[in-house]
């Protein structure tokens, strides 16, 4: 998966977390994306997010 599929996802979506395995009849939450990964994407959400202002047709 690549850095544009997960930005889109993100974007498109605002879950994060992804259902674990269940583990002593208790399901836990697995993250999707390390926190570093989490970082990375927002910063250019938030980069795209300004693009966007400047010209709304950009995608």
Do not use: A, C, H, W
């Not at 599929?5 to 994306?33: A, H, T, W």
């Amino acid at each position: 998966m690549s850095l544009r599929d997960k930005v889109k996802d993100m974007i498109n979506s605002s879950v994060i977390f992804l259902k674990g395995e269940k583990r002593d009849q208790k399901s836990f939450i697995r993250p999707l994306y390390t926190k570093e990964e989490l970082k990375e994407l927002y910063n250019i959400k938030k980069s795209l997010e300004k693009f966007k202002e400047k010209d709304e047709d950009y995608m």
